[in-house]
């Protein structure tokens, strides 16, 4: 059983920056990718960002490049998603998630990943 747990959203202004966490737990790590998604109410879920474990190996989504930037702590089992210059856009619920496998790049299709966690809020008020 793999648990993830996200935390850090928030109301900010645009402009203003948030770090969301996602502290996993539950089965060893190995060889996998984390990575976050968002949707917005109406919308679907949308890639952000990815990051595979063992390598480091990063991938964004066009929308966020240059703003956003995900990371990895091994020894916490914890991944990061700093979000600088947040835009009114960027408003959504903010979901961290697991792929498990080796894979040489991180995947940006939501349905390729295993574990998800509840989600975090991220309001970006104009």
């Known amino acids: 059983q793999v648990q993830l747990v996200e935390s850090g959203g928030g109301l900010v202004q645009a402009g203003g920056s948030l770090r969301l966490s996602c502290a996993a737990s539950g089965r060893a790590f190995s060889s996998n990718t984390m990575g976050w998604f968002r949707q917005a109410p109406g919308k679907e879920r949308e890639f952000v960002a990815a990051?595979?474990?063992?390598?480091?190996?990063?991938s964004y989504a066009d929308s966020v490049k240059g703003r956003f930037t995900i990371s990895r702590d091994n020894a916490k089992n914890t991944v990061y998603l700093q979000m600088n210059s947040l835009k009114p856009e960027d408003t959504a619920s903010y979901y961290c998630?697991?792929?498990?496998?080796?894979?040489?790049?991180?995947?940006?299709?939501?349905?390729?990943?295993?574990?998800w966690g509840q989600g975090t809020q991220v309001t970006v008020s104009s």
């Open positions: 990051i595979t474990w063992t390598t480091g190996r990063t």
């Open positions: 998630a697991r792929r498990d496998g080796s894979y040489f790049y991180p995947s940006d299709q939501w349905r390729e990943y295993d574990y």
